[in-house]
């Protein structure tokens, strides 16, 4: 079991009984066009100059419009992506949401999280997954049917080769014996189970530092936080496992317009939107990432107004910013 009792980014974004914000990229509003990814760097140092504790980035390889999905990632490869960011910016944390590892081996997963680790230290939030996207599969010829062992043999493999010295690993991806990672992480990686993974609750509640689980409206998500809760309790007792979640949002103009259900969110006004988020906390959701992608007002509009008069309801934990 790892410990983040002195890991900055984790200390900062997580704490029981408490949410803070972060921003999914690309922050843009491109409905199912092709994001044109501009201002990027900008725009993020803004979210982080204002509070914001987290960027997160999306693992895509292939443009498909078969998958139904209007957002095809931010474009530009995530752990390259993440690095340049990270460069631009100090402080604010940047999430994988999340690296699919059956499409990425281990060991080379591995090597990029320690090497960023090293480089901006405290900074990175693994979530790793299964994957769904069948035309990044078949583009790998990797079978789309394996990715449930893949994703458990890949997991295993990775947090042996980051965290034991000189492991001694025998899985049909790979063997290492008589040899060690390098560099090895200054500090652990925070590492989180997005949705099911193709496993079940029981196997993700003893194995990562936390879940990563798709939008539902309050109600609903505290059901499935209640139930996942329980079960690292009863494999894991007294230990905190944050919960993470993003949304999708359309920030009207209006403050006091009403909530209007919207894919994987909500449009609706900041006065309804603090309503709102103080439900997702009391339910459970330890940090929820705000995608902007349906956006109708500018996005830097978007980013000052959350900025300014919803942040200090749910501020950094640390940095005299609590």
């Known amino acids: 079991m790892r410990i983040f ?15 803070t914000l972060g921003l999914h990229l690309p922050l843009e509003a491109f409905e199912r066009n092709q994001p044109t990814m501009e201002r990027q760097v900008e725009l993020v140092q803004a979210a982080e100059n204002h509070g914001f504790t987290g960027i997160w980035l999306r693992d895509v390889l292939l443009q498909d419009p078969a998958f139904g999905d209007p957002a095809t990632g931010q474009i530009y490869d995530m752990m390259i992506y993440l690095t340049y960011l990270a460069t631009q910016t100090k402080k604010i944390a940047f999430g994988t949401s999340s690296i699919v590892l059956p499409l990425r081996h281990p060991l080379r997963v591995a090597k990029e999280a320690a090497t960023i680790e090293n480089l901006f230290p405290q900074r990175l939030m693994m979530g790793i997954s299964s994957g769904d996207r069948r035309a990044d599969f078949s583009g790998l010829g990797v079978p789309h049917e394996k990715s449930a062992e893949l994703f458990k043999e890949g997991y295993e493999f990775l947090q042996k080769v980051i965290e ?30 997005t949705g099911f993974s193709k496993q079940t609750m029981d196997w993700f509640a003893q194995n990562g530092d936390g879940w990563i689980y798709y939008p539902q409206d309050p109600y609903s998500q505290a059901q499935a936080i209640q139930q996942w809760r329980d079960l690292v309790q009863q494999y894991q007792p007294g230990v905190f496992k944050p919960f993470i979640q993003p949304l999708h949002l359309d920030l009207a103009e209006n403050p006091n317009e009403s909530a209007t259900p919207i894919r994987l969110g909500y449009r609706v006004g900041r006065n309804i939107l603090l309503e709102l988020l103080a439900l997702y906390q009391d339910v459970g959701v330890n940090h929820l990432f705000f995608a902007l992608f349906p956006s109708k007002r500018p996005i830097d509009d978007v980013i000052q107004e959350l900025g300014q008069e919803v942040l200090r309801y749910f501020p950094a934990h640390i940095d005299g910013e609590e």
């Open 5 to 19: 009792e002195r890991h900055y980014g984790y200390q900062r974004m997580f704490k029981e009984g408490k949410m």
């Open 164 to 193: 034991e010295h000189f492991p001694k690993i025998h899985f049909p991806i790979g063997t290492i014996d008589g040899a060690n990672l390098v560099p090895k992480p200054t500090a652990p990686i925070p590492t989180f189970i």
